[in-house]
């Protein structure tokens, strides 16, 4: 089910060769591109989901009726996308941009109607 990295032997039971360490050096490898990538990603992360709601919506908000049950219903069906897309994606969900080494180009399910859905979602 998963693909196997050029030059990596896998044992007869299907598990790769050195299991968390394998895991701790691919990300190891990580271009300083991915990194810096990663990096500006959880920037963001910290500054929607902590920094500004700290202000009590305060920043750029108008009351406009109905605003929260759409807004509530748009980030359902966002979270719902991004999840059915990462289970699609399997192992090949990784954090940084670069594709994995050896993987395939998924082209069924949500991939095949939008190119990257986690990023649509």
């Known amino acids: 089910m998963c693909a196997r990295l050029a030059g990596e032997s896998v044992s007869p039971a299907g598990n790769r060769p050195g299991g968390v360490r394998a895991e701790a050096g691919r990300l190891a ?3 300083r591109a991915d990194v810096l990538w990663l990096a500006g ?3 963001l992360f910290v500054l929607a989901f902590i920094v500004i709601p700290s202000t009590d919506g305060l ?7 109905g605003a929260d049950a759409i807004g509530v219903g748009l980030m359902g069906i966002g979270a719902a996308v991004g999840i059915v897309a990462m289970i699609q994606l399997g192992r090949q969900l990784v954090p940084q941009p670069s594709p ?6 998924i082209e069924t399910g949500l991939y095949g109607v939008v190119r990257h859905p986690i990023y649509t979602a």
Not at 59 to 65: K, W
Not at 100 to 105: A, I, P, Q
């Open 41 to 43: 990603q959880v920037v």
């Open 100 to 105: 994995v080494r050896g993987g395939r180009l």
């Open 59 to 65: 920043v750029g908000r108008l009351p406009v009726p």
């Open 29 to 31: 490898a990580m271009r």
